[in-house]
């Protein structure tokens, strides 16, 4: 593709993103000009480059959307159907957009159907316009002496603009401030950034990520030369490395307000097509992460958005029966925490029907009657994760077709994060997802278990404990299932060697366990040994190894040796059968569930005197033991 083109396509669709956000920002607040006003240069913008580009349906399309929104500048109401025929010309737009970008040409067709509804509107909205029999100064009639070329405006529309811009003039002085200011700003703005493609920044990723391997190599060969003349020039490559690392990393974060970029215009249209009355509150859009993690986290989050309008939120007059506003409400909020991005999506609705969910997962065969009466309600909350599980009484265009949470929950674990569900009945429903900062480079715990090497990725470690007969951390049966006894409560537990289908040692007692977390549930397992952390590149797993859960990838240690990256997700999944039998273990510690969200794990340590001191754990990423 033209260069020059593929810098219009970019441009216009980011730009059109942005359309869409206000436009609906627009409709909510009609008194804002600022919005308007945006608006109206970016549709303006793109107008006059298809012009110069000679891309006359894009052009022609433009054109009349800028003219209904003139309308609009101009004094007229915006109504919601004057905001959906703009919204329906921008959609066109985005379109002919795919094809000029796949095609590198405009396709065939014809958009006279929509241009013709938007000049009937403008014409409508002439009629309607308040003051519209006023006038304020006087127009000579203009005749022109050519027809215009494409780009061009008429000398209405530039008078339309000089108006719209026209400011009082500022004094002397802050005439020259101003000018001083903002040229040398506009200079360093102008400056400050550049357009680099995606293709380019993988490139620069994979490039460090050999870097760091190489780095890992040579620091194994030094520790085993202590002696060495290379000590010293190769630590000041080790931390130039870190630095390069971190600088590639920040390059490739975008905040992730880019994900929820198209969630206020969704919300709008199911508002309009389930007859609902929904406000979408987001917070915390400026919370970054991976590019890659980014693209990976839209799609469920999106799929959350429109299950809580057409599952959560019930209809304006269910809610006043229930005592509570017509206007439903949806919030997103985002947050770092400890090596982790922590989105929140909740609603203001009905809650899950626990009694439902209960008779279909036995109507589906998922679970017997008397097993199900044994779960707590936020077990069975879980099985709204189940492919193919829906308690929606009629199938729609929105949902109810069992392929949203579960798709959710597939997206969420390939990235190595985690959903939970929360519901309060009546009153509302909550999802936390829980998902790493980044998947190129991590920190994980080497170990050792019959014999081999594998990597745990640090972000699901807790703690690492020997097992004792007696002492704080011992190991325990009940009902023929292995526990651990970590201080005030029981933990399940396996030895990784059994999970991997290796040799099965008897002996457990004096060996390590590593205590690890998937979302609510806590689990260890046994290794024989544990090495040290290291900063891992993740290389993707080979299409022969796919089908074990167990890994997630595989990477290259220092030494050069090759080892797999357990997954803990999957040792998760391979518990889970084993905490559903004995669900009783997680119950034996009564109080532990009333008191959990009255305490704050700490992590104790000494340092320059005798007196202990804390720091809450959630704010640790990780520990590393220096020479």
Not at 340 to 356: N, P
Request: aromatic fraction near 2%; charge should be negative.
């Amino acid at each position: 593709m033209d260069d020059l083109l593929r810098e219009f396509v970019t441009e216009t669709n980011e730009n059109l993103d942005v359309v869409d956000v206000e436009l609906v920002r627009f409709e909510q607040d009609p008194n804002n000009g600022k919005i308007l006003d945006n608006v109206f240069r970016l549709v303006h913008t793109i107008k006059g480059t298809c012009g110069f580009l000679g891309l006359p349906r894009l052009e022609a399309l433009a054109h009349a959307a800028e003219a209904l929104m003139g309308k609009f500048r101009d004094g007229a109401p915006a109504t919601s159907d004057t905001v959906t025929l703009v919204l329906a010309t921008i959609d066109r737009i985005k379109e002919i957009l795919d094809a000029l970008e796949h095609e590198q040409r405009e396709p065939e067709g014809s958009d006279e159907d929509l241009i013709a509804e938007l000049e009937k509107m403008v014409a409508e909205v002439e009629r309607a316009k308040p003051g519209s029999g006023k006038t304020v100064g006087t127009l000579t009639p203009q005749v022109l002496e050519r027809p215009l070329l494409p780009g061009e405006d008429t000398l209405d529309e530039l008078e339309r603009a000089f108006r719209a811009t026209a400011v009082e003039p500022p004094t002397r002085i802050e005439q020259v401030n101003a000018g001083a200011v903002s040229d040398e700003e506009n200079g360093k703005t102008a400056n400050q950034s550049i357009r680099v493609s995606v293709d380019m920044l993988e490139h620069l990723m994979t490039t460090v990520s050999e870097l760091v391997l190489t780095r890992n190599q040579l620091l194994e060969i030094v520790r085993r030369h202590e002696d060495s003349e290379f000590k010293a020039p190769l630590q000041r490559l080790s931390n130039v490395t870190a630095e390069l690392q971190e600088g590639v990393m920040k390059a490739r974060m975008q905040p992730i307000g880019h994900a929820w970029q198209k969630l206020p215009r969704i919300v709008r249209d199911l508002c309009n097509e389930l007859g609902k009355q929904i406000e979408l509150e987001m917070h915390g859009a400026e919370t970054e992460l991976d590019r890659q993690v980014l693209d990976l986290i839209k799609d469920p989050l999106t799929h959350m958005v429109r299950n809580s309008a057409d599952h959560g939120l019930e209809s304006p007059e269910d809610r006043r029966a229930a005592g509570k506003p017509d206007r439903g409400q949806i919030r997103l909020s985002a947050h770092h925490e400890g090596g982790h991005i922590i989105i929140q999506i909740a609603d203001d609705g009905r809650g899950l029907d626990t009694e439902r969910i209960k008779a279909k997962a036995v109507a589906q065969g998922l679970i017997s009657e008397a097993e199900i009466q044994k779960l707590s309600e936020g077990q069975i909350h879980k099985y709204i994760f189940v492919p193919g599980f829906s308690t929606a009484s009629k199938v729609t265009s929105v949902s109810g077709r069992g392929v949203g949470m579960d798709v959710v929950r597939n997206n969420i674990d390939q990235i190595g994060g985690t959903i939970d569900v929360k519901s309060v009945a009546g009153a509302g429903l909550c999802f936390t997802v829980k998902i790493p900062l980044t998947l190129a480079i991590v920190s994980a715990l080497i170990v050792e278990a019959g014999g081999e090497q594998f990597a745990i990725p640090q972000m699901a470690v807790v703690e690492l404990v020997r097992a004792r007969a007696d002492g704080d951390s011992r190991v325990e049966r009940i009902n023929d299932t292995m526990v651990l006894r970590l201080r005030d409560k029981l933990v399940p537990l396996a030895r990784l060697t059994a999970l991997l289908g290796m040799e099965r040692e008897k002996q457990v007692e004096g060996r390590f366990i590593v205590v690890m977390q998937v979302g609510k549930q806590t689990f260890g397992v046994v290794v024989d040994g544990v090495f040290h952390t290291e900063e891992i590149v993740v290389k993707p797993m080979s299409s022969k190894l796919r089908h074990i859960p167990m890994f997630s990838g595989n990477t290259i240690l220092g030494d050069g040796s090759v080892i797999m990256i357990i997954d803990p997700n999957g040792v998760a999944q391979a518990l889970g059968s084993t905490v559903a039998n004995h669900l009783a273990v997680e119950e034996t510690v009564d109080a532990r569930s009333e008191n959990e969200a009255q305490t704050t794990p700490l992590l104790v340590f000494r340092a320059g005197s005798p007196q202990p001191m804390a720091v809450p754990l959630a704010l640790i990423t990780r520990l590393e033991e220096v020479d």
